[in-house]
């Protein structure tokens, strides 16, 4: 019997494992970008992203001749359009990737074929622009092709676990349509696969990433407020979250990422008059670097001093991706308020930021910021920094350093989300 065909345009984050995995369970999988670099390797069963085991996954597919790369599609069974959906200026969703991925599958499309889009998507893309375009191939949708949404939700460091084991959200333009979809995924999905309209899968996706955005906005509006009233916002979620049903999350100085930080202005674009909650929460995250940066000039007025050390600009631990990182933001704040900032973080490159370890950034620092929960940061060689240190100072944002050592070893603790003015000073010295 002959192989099933797929066409997967967009060799991204997401394009590429999803074309592996399909190619490594039977199918003939022809994978397509515009950029010639990407195809280029891929056909060498190299891999110019970071994602772990990928690697080995890509290579075994392309050795056993399965996955092929072009800069143009092929005829297939079946077509995934895998391309980024970026922010415009005006935090509206740019579609001209989405656009021009459709168009470009159209002179290869035939009856029984199906058509999936997996990038996230502002409601009514499938119907109203992806379907519009198919229908320029003289097919039928929903009866000579079968077209739907089914959005994407792995976490980037473990996506193949995640593609495999996540359960899965499939919207159609019809039943069968989200049929033909689900019995695709079903070669290699380990999980419950959920069938429903491809504009309730698309809500979907985006209220997923806003669920979390509107939950570590409250974390962060809490955090202010405790500032304020003079308590440790950490010491409340701790115990807040003794509670059954209570789970809030971290605060933080913003939300960074390609997901969390875009998704829910895509709702609110379509719904600007009743995504309140959701509006609200994103300019909440927003203002965290402004935020942080006030306070460290609060810090900086009080011990008269103008240089500061960042630990890590990362948008999350442990990875190289600085997409919508709030330190990035963060840094220009302090720049611009003259304070001379030194950064490090070994997990990215950072040009003129090369320093051969952390004492030798933190060297005539006046000002230590921990701004990234890098693994590599928990234990701080406290001593040697406070050698180079011009001034024994340490803002967590993360509370993740230990506080007893810190102190222990002379420096002033400061914790974002803590009041400098403690209410119950003694009871806090007590803990
Ligand atoms: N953050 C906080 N406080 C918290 C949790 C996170 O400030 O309590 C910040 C992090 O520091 C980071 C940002 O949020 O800057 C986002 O990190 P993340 O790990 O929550 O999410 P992403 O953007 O890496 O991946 C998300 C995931 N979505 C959800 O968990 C709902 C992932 O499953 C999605 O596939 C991905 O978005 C996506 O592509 O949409």
Redesign the pocket.
């Known amino acids: 019997m002959e192989n099933k065909k797929l066409c997967v345009v967009g060799l991204g984050y997401i394009g590429l494992p999803t074309s592996a995995m399909f190619a490594t369970h039977g199918y003939e999988v022809y994978g397509v970008d515009v950029n010639t670099e990407v195809v280029d390797a891929l056909n060498e069963g190299k891999i110019v992203i970071e994602e772990p085991y990928l690697d080995i996954m890509v290579q075994a597919a392309v050795r056993s001749g399965h996955l092929k790369a072009d800069i143009k599609p092929h005829e297939a069974d079946a077509f995934i359009i895998a391309v980024p959906t970026p922010m415009n200026e005006d935090k509206t969703a740019n579609m001209d990737y989405v656009v021009s991925a459709t168009e470009m599958i159209v002179p290869y499309l035939k009856k029984g074929d199906i058509v999936i889009l997996e990038s996230?998507s502002p409601t009514g893309t499938v119907e109203n622009l992806l379907v519009p375009i198919l229908e320029r191939s003289g097919l039928e949708v929903g009866k000579d092709l079968y077209v739907g949404h089914s959005p994407?939700?792995?976490?980037?460091g473990k996506i193949l676990w995640e593609l495999v084991n996540n359960d899965r959200i499939v919207g159609g333009v019809n039943r069968e349509s989200a049929e033909k979809i689900r019995d695709l995924y079903k070669i290699f999905v380990n999980a419950e696969i959920y069938l429903t309209t491809a504009t309730t899968a698309e809500m979907c996706k985006m209220m997923?990433?806003t669920?979390?955005d509107v939950n570590?906005a409250l974390?962060n509006e809490l955090a202010k407020i405790c500032e304020d009233t003079g308590i440790n916002s950490w010491d409340v979620i701790k115990f807040a979250n003794k509670h059954p049903r209570v789970n809030l999350?971290?605060?933080?100085p913003?939300?960074?990422?390609h997901?969390?930080a875009v998704?829910p202005w895509f709702i609110v674009e379509k719904n600007p008059d009743l995504a309140k909650i959701i509006r609200l929460s994103r300019e909440t995250n927003e203002s965290m670097p402004t935020f942080v940066s006030e306070r460290v000039e609060k810090i900086l007025d009080n011990i008269k001093g103008n240089t500061v050390t960042i630990l890590g600009v990362t948008?999350?631990p442990n990875i190289d991706d600085m997409r919508e990182s709030?330190i990035v933001e963060l840094i220009e704040l302090l720049k611009d308020k003259d304070i001379n900032v030194k950064i490090y973080d070994p997990h990215v490159n950072i040009e003129n930021h090369q320093y051969n370890s952390m004492s030798d950034a933190a060297r005539d620092s006046d000002l230590l910021i921990l701004a990234v929960n890098h693994d590599i940061f928990k234990a701080l060689p406290l001593r040697e920094i406070s050698e180079t240190m011009k001034q024994k100072n340490i803002l967590d944002t993360r509370n993740f350093l230990d506080e007893k050592k810190i102190k222990d070893e002379g420096f002033n603790y400061y914790l974002l989300g803590k009041g400098e003015e403690i209410v119950s000073p003694k009871f806090d010295e007590e803990r």
Do not use: S
């Open positions: 996230t994407e939700r792995v976490l980037p997923e990433n669920y979390r570590i974390a999350h971290q605060p933080g913003g939300v960074g990422g997901c969390l998704d948008y999350k709030p």
